[in-house]
């Protein structure tokens, strides 16, 4: 399960990593493969792209297959 504590690069990992990478592209974070990926988390990119956490996460969880 993908949570808001989740780190960017996880998330690429525990979900399909091609709809999870849509999924984070059309939240606004186009540079999946920098540094910050390793750091940031599900959380952080909400909050800085401006995006709804709870609905990110429901879209992120739906890539668990």
Same mark, same amino acid.
């Not at 949570?3 to 999870?20: C, F, H, R, S, Y």
């Given at each position: 399960?993908?949570?808001?504590?989740?780190?960017?690069?996880?998330?690429?990992?525990? #979900?399909?990593?091609?709809? &999870?990478?849509? $999924?984070?592209?059309?939240?606004? /974070?186009?540079? =999946?493969?920098?540094?910050?990926?390793?750091?940031?988390?599900? #959380?952080?990119?909400?909050? &800085?792209?401006? $995006?709804?956490?709870?609905?990110? /996460?429901?879209? =992120?969880?739906?890539?668990?297959?």
């Amino acid at each position: 399960m993908i949570t808001k504590d989740t780190l960017i690069i996880d998330a690429l990992n525990i #979900g399909n990593p091609e709809k &999870v990478a849509r $999924v984070l592209q059309e939240a606004g /974070l186009h540079c =999946l493969g920098c540094a910050l990926a390793h750091q940031e988390t599900v #959380g952080d990119i909400a909050v &800085v792209h401006g $995006v709804n956490l709870d609905e990110l /996460l429901a879209k =992120l969880n739906a890539t668990i297959d």
